[in-house]
């Protein structure tokens, strides 16, 4: 949560009121991460809650991070049949699907819900740049992206899950790298409570990149076959021209600009992702563990 203390208000009502009215009898407990990293005023009346704790780390980490930074404070006094909920503060991950994917864990016996994105809510432009990321993510990673960080997990669960080698990158792809039993719930996406998404472009295309890292494997080959079907074709290209199938130097300035752009831009891909995936790892390694 990050200065949306008045849209976290609302959604915890929302909650309390959702899992009651449904019949189960559970405590409710939550566990807020301030990613203002304690310059938000508005969040200190909440540790006077008593079923709210507030998990202040000491410097903005980014929606992504910061549920890694609470769930690395939360696994150790976890017992095993305990269920965490993770979700967004802004009502977007809607309090009404809570009970349901509380019900999805407990029938299906699985270790894992997600919930699997069927509408979203958000402007026009942002819809159709997360529709060519989902396009882009399914080339490069061989999955289709459903879902985000809405989900639920048992407390035995989620300790596998904090030393998952990915864990750290990234909190989403990581339940989507686990191979673990997983149900799905079909949720909408909702709207917001309060105030504006801070999700600009640079912001998606960060997320988007994160999101790879626990399918570097996948990606690095993925880029190699690339890379061998651009090389065939460049020599096919030198060939025909050389053959004069095609005029000789248009052929060869073509195929000498093809392959310098691609292998510029496949070297510096594989070069910035190694060096993300591995700084952002570290940074993290340790970070809001008791």
């Known amino acids: ?8 208000t609302r959604l915890r009502r929302e909650v309390h009121d959702a899992v009651t009215a449904s019949g189960d ?20 009346p909440l540790q006077a809650l008593d079923d709210v704790e507030v998990l202040t780390p000491p410097f903005n980490l980014g929606h992504q991070r910061a549920i890694v930074y609470g769930l690395r404070h939360l696994a150790p ?5 305990d269920v965490v909920v993770t979700m967004d503060s802004d009502g977007e991950d809607q309090p009404a699907d809570v009970p349901r994917l509380l019900a999805a864990l407990q029938s299906s016996g ?13 402007p026009l432009l942002f819809r159709v740049l997360y529709s060519m990321f ?3 993510f399914r080339f490069m990673a061989g999955i289709t992206v459903l879902s985000g960080n809405f989900a639920g997990q048992r407390g035995d669960s989620l300790k596998a899950t904090v030393h998952h080698p990915s864990f750290d990158l ?40 994160r999101m790879l890292m626990p399918f570097s494997e996948r990606v690095a080959a993925r880029m190699l076959v690339v890379a061998a ?11 025909l021209a050389a053959t004069s199938v095609i005029a000789g130097a248009s052929a060869v300035a073509l195929s000498a600009a093809a392959g310098v752009l691609f292998t510029t831009t496949f070297i510096s891909f594989l070069v910035l992702f190694s060096g993300f995936s ?9 970070l809001g563990t008791p």
């Open 77 to 81: 006094t976890l017992a095993n049949d």
């Open 110 to 122: 699985a270790a894992l819900v997600l919930a699997e994105r069927t509408k979203r809510s958000e």
């Open 1 to 8: 949560m990050m200065f949306d203390t008045e849209s976290y």
């Open 134 to 136: 989902r396009v882009f």
């Open 229 to 239: 079907a651009s090389f065939v074709a460049f020599a096919t290209l030198l060939v």
């Open 170 to 209: 990234c909190y989403s792809s990581t339940l989507l790298a686990l191979r673990r039993a997983t149900t799905t719930v079909p949720c909408a996406r909702g709207r917001r409570f309060a105030g504006r998404s801070r999700m600009n472009t640079s912001s998606l295309i960060a997320h988007g990149i």
């Open 25 to 44: 009898t559970r405590e409710l407990r939550f566990l807020v991460v301030d990613d203002s990293a304690g310059t938000d005023p508005d969040v200190a």
């Open 278 to 286: 591995q700084s952002s790892s570290v940074a993290m390694k340790g």
